[in-house]
């Protein structure tokens, strides 16, 4: 299970902007823009840009402070979600980044909440052009996140690291139960080296080829797979298998197995609960693929394990089903 140096790459980025999160207030942005904070794009440093405001910096800055107080951004969500883990990225700020944050979240309807904050990060100390991956110990579902930094400076990007939790009781009969929107993602994977498992289940066709999962060229005997955990047990009658912009390395055939698991953790690939939903099926390059007929019915199932052979990339996956009276979440 590959997840490089990000340990929660099980969990979704909910800061995406393609999930309808926005920022939507910082105390100063007088270096560089507070939008700049949620980039889907991995920060850069350019030596010799500057603005009218002096050096261009990607990420959001504020001026030095000269009274009082700290500064600070609100980041609305698209899709509210319980926060497990954050990033707070200060890449390529040296001697402009703040040495502590915190975080703090809330529940509003507003655009910038008046009040209602409560503290799921303590005060942590900061270091320049660093990841700081942190721990978030919170079950709580949250609508806004708020970054503290004491007293001012520079964050490249803060992304924020959790599950989404919907409420099944307004979603219709049939649904795609892997849906990021329903709760679905993907928990763990042979090999992620060009795109990434997380793309598999977000809204929408792929924009183009990294906007997908892809492995690197298999070399060995096996093959690659990824885990996803649905967002609410259900028994799967359709499937679709997207390949679009995957056409000299798409996979050559595909299969799925299910199974019922009390949590993500018992979800390995050794285990012998998995059960084959889709037997080996073709695939061809730049399409999307339905099977129907061809699934075996296996009753209500929590977790899916996706199998390529022998590599190469899918753009999404979608597991249609019903959630059925007494399955369980």
């Known amino acids: ?40 794009e991995e920060p850069v440093f350019i030596d010799d840009k500057y603005d009218d405001h002096g050096k261009w910096m990607d990420g959001w800055e504020s001026r030095r402070k000269r009274t009082p107080g700290h500064d600070y951004s609100i980041v609305r969500l698209g899709v509210p979600g319980v926060l497990k883990g954050v990033d707070i990225d200060t890449s390529f700020f040296t001697g402009n980044f ?18 209602g904050w409560t503290e799921v990060l303590g005060t942590v100390d900061l270091q320049g052009d660093t990841h700081h991956y942190l721990d978030i110990d919170d079950d709580s579902e949250w609508t806004h996140v708020r970054l503290n930094i004491y007293p001012d400076g520079g964050i490249a990007r803060l ?14 009969t049939s649904i795609d139960l892997l849906a990021l929107e329903n709760g679905g993602r993907a928990i763990a994977c042979s090999d992620e080296h060009y795109g990434s498992m997380q793309n598999l289940n977000v809204a929408g066709r792929g924009v183009n080829m990294g906007d997908g999962w892809e492995t690197a060229r298999r070399r060995g005997p096996g093959n690659d797979w990824v885990i996803f955990e649905l967002g609410h047990a259900g028994a799967i009658d359709k499937i679709e298998i997207d390949t679009a912009h995957f056409k000299g390395n798409y996979p050559d055939r595909v299969s799925l197995e299910a199974a019922m698991f009390s949590s993500a953790g018992d979800a390995t690939p050794g285990s012998d609960a998995w059960q084959t ?3 080996e099926s073709r695939l061809e390059m730049d399409k999307q693929h339905f099977f129907e007929s061809e699934l075996d019915a296996l009753g209500p199932v929590s977790h899916v394990r996706l199998s390529i052979y022998p590599d190469g990339g899918v753009s999404r996956v979608r597991l249609f089903g019903h959630i059925q009276p007494g399955d369980s979440i």
């Open 1 to 40: 299970m590959t997840a490089g140096s990000n340990p929660f790459n099980q969990w979704v980025r909910l800061e995406q902007p393609r999930l309808g999160t926005r920022v939507t207030f910082a105390t100063d942005e007088f270096f560089a823009a507070k939008e700049r904070l949620i980039n889907v």
């Open 159 to 172: 992304r924020l690291f959790g599950v989404v939790r919907p409420d099944f009781g307004t979603l219709a």
């Open 277 to 279: 939903l889709l037997p």
């Open 98 to 115: 703040p040495p502590q944050a915190s975080i703090e979240a809330c529940v509003s309807e507003d655009d910038v909440p008046a009040g």
